[in-house]
Structures are given as structure tokens and as C-alpha cells.
């Protein structure tokens, strides 16, 4: 008994010092981390690429857990939290998470990492680890709790070994770069809660997601957004979701009804479809969700339907947001809607069949903080009911097809409006005073409207809390005082096509967040004053284009590395400076920079996208450096003054999609290098001295659509395999070389091409009957596809082409997507124009020109009824013109000119406006108005021109036949003695010589 007592005792004193050693444990603390998770830390630090010293605490001396990003244990000292993201900025996001390169960590993650045993927090977001993939000794992490490698530049697939982390509870992978097999190894994780697969590539496990999914009863967050993801079972046999309160899967490829057991997740306060292609009813069970505030239903397909009366019985007037973007609701909203009383966000945008004016019944959302229409189609003003709604903080009317002034009577009303977007509009009249009311705005959005006026300065004094300024594409007058202080500090600036200058705008001084710069096309000339290129180091955008402006830029010029920078259509000269830090945007087209590109300006331009410098003075040659700037896909130094070979290295540029080099002095052949470029689309290589032959090694670049090798000098014959290497090609220019032989029939196999020029070449033979096989010119070309390659954000390259049409040189740029033309001009092609010609419908433009055709002009010409400009001229082309002609209705241009044409001009329609009697010359048997001989009768074609009357042809016929056999006769008689006696045939050569002596002689004393 006294045994049990003393146990219980001494039990009692046990939990009592373990109580008394908690409660004092918080002000014990062991000093300084563990020496071996120090040492790991170092080693950790070493392996990664700091360009932003982010870690610089790390190189102390004092205790590790007092470190950057560095979290450890109040009483052990144990480190258990590791966060090392990167701050999120919008503007620095970019494909595939790659961040800003002077702000983001990046190299290699050590294995160093496991050694930090008691980790239970790792952020590694938003860095920029350029593809590397996720390492696999994570999965030894086995104390984690929550992983966050969202953006982080990962690639590849997630390793299963992240299955082992049993403990994890919040898991975020989020990459456009990552993509898994299967996500089987999820079911090992039976703690995990938080879930975000945003935008990793799950089509590959999009058979089974649902099914692991359910296996883990745990989960509350659940996003898929973005995935891939093209099934989802219609049913489960029991729905395990039984903590989910969050589940997002907008923007996959479902194409099915929406699944039943998605209603019986009763938990859900937020759920999202919106984006799928989701058909049928929506099911009546969502109404009775008791938890759901967030409801997201915009499709892209007009087959879901909803029947708002049901739903309304239903629990769901708690509805808070509620998302029908890109829903088709046909007929207009239902007025049921505005029952939903609760509601604080809605989102009707991109609605193209909702039209009519908004419903005064909107009113009644008396809770709505947030209200975008975006595409709705009113074609009506804005409302003067609006502005009862007090608690908007967001409204977006953009492309709503508003009329009329903005009202400005009640428009200070919205007290608590934060953003303003009706960009986009047909809105006119000036910026009413009373929007500067609006002391909350962060931003105001007015843009591509036609507002007029004066912009005074007394409008944003109240507006101190703006950030972001779009009035671009109207035609406002914005010229403050040159000592005007804003009361904002603007992180965004888009005043283009605004009247600013002629003065640089001074009060930019004063603007120190500022990221997107935009003054385009604002009358600004002079030159740029020298403090303004203080402030371009923190710009992400600088857009200066078509202006006045002169002078030199710094060199060097320091700039964002993620920048995009416009400079194109001013007056700046000078050399092309070297950029700090690099860029990804760079437009100096246009311009008048001039000397060599500098060497060093490829080392530091890594990341560029796009490059152009067209347009400008620029000489000397391509740098071979050029095989560093890896991420480039649209270089384009058209017109300058650029010599030497195209440089070997360029093939090693493989992201290009665009190439123009076109009017400058390049030489040389094409390097077989550029058969590297599997990503090329178009290619400009006119106007040089290049020449060569076609290579094979081009046959690689399959997804060519546009091959210009005009005004060189190749040669040799046009290759077959174009037609199977090239399948989208579209644009074939191969004017003005040297090829010869044949065109080839495989060549009008090419079903994507709508223009074909081989002019001025030494083309022979036949023209193809395969004519036929070129699809795209057998239908109008009704849909204007803007032909654009590459680039980044808003600079692209846009294609253009110069087209020989209607006897001159037209550039073509936006509109190029509806040229059709075949231009065999000035070659030495012979025969009949094939009759299989005449079955493209949808051609614009043929010129035949030059030849020595024979034949008649088609009959069925007039089938062609789209054709702009005809030019059948300098051939030898005999019979009348046919009548079909005269439906060529959208004829403007027409050369039938020296060939052998005879008859009366058919008269009517669109001939009869062509009164110039040249388009008719050099054919003697012509008659009729223009032509100033008049027609008698029945004309027969004249002997003079070569065409003989039946009479005369009969004659000719019979002495024809007579002369051929004699002729034979004649010449194998003396052929044959020649050829059998040889002192006869010495004789004849001699007889010759002797001749050709006496010639030359003779010709001699008459030049002397």
C-alpha cells in the first residue's frame, strides 16, 4: 500500500517540475542554431545565385536564427522555418515562373537541405531556378508541414518521393512548366489540407484525378486550375470531400455535364467551373448548398444552362460572388438575379449575346462592391442609376459600346469607387470635374474613347491615392504648368495619342514607383532632358514611339532586365547603346542610329525576345555573339546598311520565329546552320546579295510560312521538297534571282499558300496544271488574319510583303492575310494557259507577263470574279478576247498589251472603265473603243500580225508539207557524203575557215 503511494507521489512531483519546466521554458532558449544546421545553411548559400544580396545576414557571424528568411525553435534551437521567396510583384511574372533575374534567387538547391532534420516550413516561391527540376531528397524532408515551390522556375515532372512527406498539410506547386504522370502518390499524404496545382499539366493523370482526390477526406483547398484536365467522373460511389470548403477547376477541357456529386459537398463556401466547355442543365442541388458564397459558372460554351427561378427557392440568395463570364445568357440577365441581395461581387464579362441597357432592378445589390460588364453590349449611356450604388469600389463598363458624355452630375457619388475602367467605348465630351471627387481611386481607366478637351490640373488634386493613368487613344490636351507637383505617386502612366508636347512632360520628375511608361504619339520633340534616365532603371515598360524626339541615348543605358522598351518612329541617332542588365523588349526601328552593332551588346541581352532596329543606318556585320541571346524569337535589322556573311551562330538562336534581313548588303550563301531553327515561321531575306542555292538543311524548318528570298542572286532549280517540308507555308517570293528548269508541279501542293512570285527568273517549260491543288486560292480569303509573329506583351512582328500589283509595288501589312496572287512574270515559260487556272475562285492578283505563251486567253476567264489585276501582256497570246471578261467586276488593272490579239474589245461593265487605249497596244488586229480603229463587220485576224485567213492557211499548209520532206532529203544527201568521204569533208571545212577569215578581217578595217 505504502509501495503504490510512493508511485503515486513521485508522480505527482514529475508532472509538477514538467509544468513548472514548460511554463518557464519561454524565457529559456538555447544560444545560437545548431552548428550542424549552420554549416548546412552555408553550404546551401553558396550553391545559389544572389544577385540582390537577399541573403546577406548569412554571411555574419551572429546566430544563424536571426537570419534572413530564417524561423527557429524558442527552447531547442532547431530551425523549422526556411522561407526564401521572392516578393510577388505582378510585373515581374512571366512564363513558366521565371522572375526578375536581379531580384530572384536562383542556381541549384544543395542537398544540403535534408540535413536541416526538423524543417517543418519551406518557401521557395517565386524564384527563378530556370527549369531544374524539383529535387528528389525533398521527399526525405520528413518532418515538413507546408511546401510552397509555386513559381519557382521548376520544371519537369513532380517526383512521387514528395509522397513520403506524411506529415505535409499545405502542398503548392503551382507552374505552367511542371506536369505529373499520375497523382497516386498524393494518397500517402493523409494530413494534407491545402492543395494548389494551378496550371501544372495534368492531362496525362486526367483519368483517375477524382478518384485520388477522394481518398483524401483531409483536403479543405483543392485548386486545378488551369490543368489540362479533360475528364471527370459523372459519378462516385461515395464523395469522401467531407472538410472541402474550396474547390477551383475553371479553365480545363471538360465537355460533359456537370457531375451531380460536386452538389453533395456540402462544406463548399467557394466553387468554381467557370472556363469548361460544361453543357446541359446546371444542377438544381447547387441551390441547396448551405455554405456557398463564391459561385464561378462562366463557360465558354453556350450550352450550360441555368434555371434561375429553381435556383432562387434554394439557400443560394448567400451568395456573395458570383462569376458568369463568358456565359451565353441569350435574351439579356435574368431579372432574378437582382434578387440576390447578398451579393458583393458580380461578373457578367464577356457576355457577347447579353445586350440592351442595364436594368434599373441593379439597384437593389445594395451590398455590390465590385461590377464588371466588360463586353456587354448596351449601345446606350451610362446610367445615371449607377451611382446609388454607395459601396462599389470597382466598376468595369469596357467595351460596352457606351455612348454619349460620361454623366457628371451624381458621378462624385461613388465615394468608395477604387477602380474605374470604361476604356473602350464610343464616350465623348470632356473628363467631367466632378470625377476628381473620386478620392479613393487607385485607377482610371478612359481609354479608346473620343474625349476631347482640356485635362487641367485641378482634377487630381483630391486623387492622391492614384496609381495607375490610362487616357491613351483619345483626343485629350494634357500640358500642365512646367512647376506642377502631382499629388499621386503613379506606378502606371498610358497617356499615348494625348496632346503633351512640345515640352517633355516635367512633372514625370517627380514620379518616383513609376514601372509602365507610355507616351506614344504625344507631340513630344526636343531632346529627352538627362534626369529622365534616372528613372528608366525601374521601368518595365518605356514606350516613347512616333514622336519628335532627337539626341543620343546614354550609353550605357541602364534599364529593367525585364524590360520592354519602344523607341521606334523618333529621330534618335548616334550608335546603338550597350543595355545594363539586358531587356526583353528592344524597338529602336526607324530611327536614324548608325555604326556597327557593339560587340558587347549581345552579352548582356540574354533574355531578349524581341530586337528591332529596322529602318535606321546601322553597318558593319552581324556580331557571331548573337548565339547567346537564346530566348529571342524575333530579330529584325530590315533595312540598313549591314554586310558580310549571315553569321554561322545565328542557327543557334532556336527560339526564333522571326527573321528580317532583308534590304541591307548581306553576301554569301545561306548558312546551313539556320536548318536549326525549328520554331522559324518567317523569313526575310530579300534585297541582298545572297546567293547559293536553295540548301536541304532548310528542309528542318517545318513550320515556315513565309520564305522571301526575293532580289538576290540564287540560282539553280527550284527544290521539290518544298511542298512537303513547308506544309503551312504560305508566302513563296522568290522574284528576281537566277533559278532555272522547270517549276515544279510539287510546288502547287501547297494547299496554305495564297502567294506565289517567282518573276524575273529563267524559269522554261510549261506552266503546271496542278494549279488546282492550291486550296487556298480556290475560296475569298473573307477573315483578315493579322499575320503576327513572336515578340513579347505588344510588340510582335507583323508581316509585310511588297506584292507587284497593278503594274506597281505595294506593301502590304495588315491586310496581308487576304492577298491572293500568282506572279510568273518576266521568265521564259511557254505553252496554253492551263485551263485548271480558271478554278481559282478566290484569286487576286495574276500576272503571266514576259512569257512566250501561246494560246488563247481562257474563255472561263470570267470565273475569276475576284480578280483586282490581270497582266497577260508581252506574250504571244493570239485569238479574240472573250466575252466572259466583262464579269470581272473588280478589275482595276488589265495589261493585254503586244501580244496577238484580234477582234472587237468586249464592251460592258467593268471594261468599260478602262479608257486607256495602252493596255491594248501592240496588238494590230484590236478594234473598238478605247482603241481609235473602228470594227467593220465581221473582223478577220490581219497577216500582218501573223494570223492568215483560212485561204492563205490552207496554202501555207500545203507548202509546209512540201518543203519538210525536201528539206530532209537535202540535208542527210550532203550530211551523208560528208560523213562517208573525208577529202570532200576537208574541203567543206576549209571553205568555212577561209570565210570566217575574210569576215573578221573585213569587220576589222571598218572599226579601225
Known sequence: MESCYSQQRRFLISVFLLNVLIYWGGYWKVSGCLDSERKALTTIRKALNDPSNLLSSWDDASDCCNWRGITCHNITGFLLKLDLHTVYNHNYWADGGLLDPAFSLSGRIDPALIQLKHLQFLDLSWNAFNGAPIPDFLGGMKELRHLDLSWAGFSGSIPHQLGNLSKLISLKLSSSSLSAKNLRWLTTLPSLKYLDLTYVNLSMASHDWVHVMNMSPSLVELSLQDCGLSYISATLPSVNFTSLRVLDLSDNNFNSTIPNWIANISCLVSLDLSGNNFQGEVPYQFSQLPNLEELGLGSTDDNLRVDWSEFLEGSWRKLKKLDLSFSQLHGGIPDSIWNMTSLESLSLSFGENITGSIPRAITKLIKLESLSLYRYQMHTAIPDFLYELKNLKQLSLSHCMLTGPIPAA?????????????????????????LGQLSNLSLLDLSYNFLTGNVSESLFEKLKKLKILILVSNALVFDPHADWTPPFQLSGINLGSCHLGPRFPLWLRTQKYVED??????????????????????????????????????????????ASIDLSLNHFNGPIPCILNGAR?????????????PPNFTSTMQHLDFFSAKGNQISGMIPSSIEGMNSLTVLDLSRNNIGGNIPLSLGNCIALEAVDLSNNRLSGEIPKSLGQLRQLRTMHLSNNSLSGKILLSLKKCASLETLDLGYNNFSGRIPTWISKSFPTLRILRLRSNMFTGNIPPQLLNLTSLQLLDVA??????????????????????????????????SSYYKENLLVSVKGQMLEYTRTISLVTCIDLSRNNLSGEIPEELTGLLGLRVLNLSGNHLIGKILNKIGKLALLESLDFSENQLSGKIPLSMSNLTFLSYLNLSFNNLWGEIPSGNQLQTFQDPSIYMGNNGLCGPPLLDKCVGDETPPSPSGIETDEEENEMRWLYSGLTPGFAVGFWTLCGILVLNRSWRIVYYRFFDEMKDRLFSNCYRMLY
Open 410 to 434: 451624381r458621378l462624385g457619388g461613388l465615394s468608395s469607387l477604387e477602380e474605374l475602367d470604361l476604356s473602350r467605348n464610343q464616350l465623348n465630351g470632356t473628363i467631367p470635374r466632378t
Open 517 to 562: 511608361l507610355c507616351l506614344s504619339n504625344t507631340t513630344i520633340s526636343g531632346i529627352i532632358p538627362t534626369w529622365f534616365w534616372d528613372l528608366t532603371p525601374q521601368l518595365l515598360l518605356l514606350n516613347l514611339s512616333n514622336n519628335q524626339i532627337f539626341g543620343q541615348l546614354p550609353n550605357p543605358l541602364k534599364m529593367h532586365p525585364q
Open 585 to 597: 523588349v528592344l524597338d529602336l526601328s526607324n530611327n536614324q542610329f548608325s555604326g556597327p552593332i
Open 760 to 793: 524575273q527568273n529563267c524559269l522554261s517549260g510549261l506552266i503546271p496544271s496542278s494549279l488546282e491543288n492550291l486550296v487556298a486560292m480556290k475560296n475569298e480569303q473573307k477573315i483578315n488574319h493579322v499575320l503576327s509573329y513572336g515578340g513579347a506583351g
